[in-house]
């Protein structure tokens, strides 16, 4: 049965009142979180005080993974925003069976500077240091940047940890992935997908990263051939997608 319309929250501060509730948060747990007073808290969170501003529901939602579509005016009633919270802690929970966030390997990765080597598409070795922080995030130092590193997320399965990073200069993604279990060695193998850096087509890129910094030459010796570390896709394969031949397969299924 829906809630009355006079029971519904019209204001942001009766909005996120409800939502600390709905989350036990009270409003010591936020102070801490933020480092500020108990009171500031209190105060954004009342109609009457006049404090609550866009910036501080950007951050609260941030921080604790609150939907902000409870937070437009069409979204007032209890109802919809307990539907909102759910829904994002069944996707969290889908999420979660998924990336375990185990504890163990993110403090490996975290207690000390990592460095992947690997080849550029044309050939060229490359060292690129990198740190991992406890929210997850990473940074590399990329000397060619703009910004002095690309910025990326990792997310620890429960046998593999997988690194997404986008380019500072370019834009794009790439996806780099390890086994869990040999992280105590540290040094292990990696698997990256990417785009190669003139033609952007898609590449598979083979490496080791570890928490020693090798010499380059060594660091080749380890490597070996670029031909048994790198794979290019096919031009041909690229045609054959964009020349309308694939799609003429698919039609043909379709009869």
């Keep these: 049965m829906s809630e009355n ?32 007073g108990n009171n500031t808290i209190s105060h954004i969170k009342s ?3 006049g404090k609550c501003r866009p910036m501080h529901i950007y951050a609260l939602s941030a921080a604790y993974d609150i939907p902000m579509e409870i937070f437009e005016p069409n979204i007032y009633t209890k109802d919809e925003i307990r539907d909102f919270l759910h829904k994002k802690r069944e996707k969290t929970k889908r999420l979660n069976s998924v990336f375990t966030q185990e504890g163990k390997i993110a403090e490996k990765l975290i207690t000390a500077k990592w460095y992947f080597y690997s080849y550029l598409s044309h050939g060229k070795l ?20 703009d910004n002095d590193g690309n910025i990326g997320h990792y997310f620890i399965g429960k046998r593999d940890t997988i690194i997404v990073k986008e380019s500072a200069n370019a834009k794009r993604l790439t996806a780099t992935i390890f086994e869990n279990d040999k992280i105590n060695s540290k040094i292990l193998p990696f698997a990256r997908i990417s785009k190669t850096g003139n033609s952007y087509k898609e590449l598979a890129n083979f490496g080791f990263l570890s928490t020693n910094l090798f010499l380059a030459e060594d660091a080749i ?16 394969v690229l045609e054959r997608i964009g020349d309308g031949f694939a799609h003429k397969l698919i039609k043909r299924s379709r009869d």
């Design 5 to 36: 319309i006079n029971e519904g929250l019209f204001h942001i501060e009766d909005k996120l009142s409800f939502v600390m509730d709905e989350l036990n948060l009270g409003p010591k747990d936020v102070a801490r979180k933020f480092g500020v």
């Design 47 to 49: 109609v009457n005080s």
């Design 126 to 145: 490359i060292i690129v240091p990198t740190n991992f922080y406890d929210d997850f995030t990473l940074k590399d130092e990329c000397k060619n940047c």
């Design 221 to 236: 010796k380890i490597l070996g051939s670029i031909k048994m570390n790198q794979l290019k896709i096919d031009n041909q």
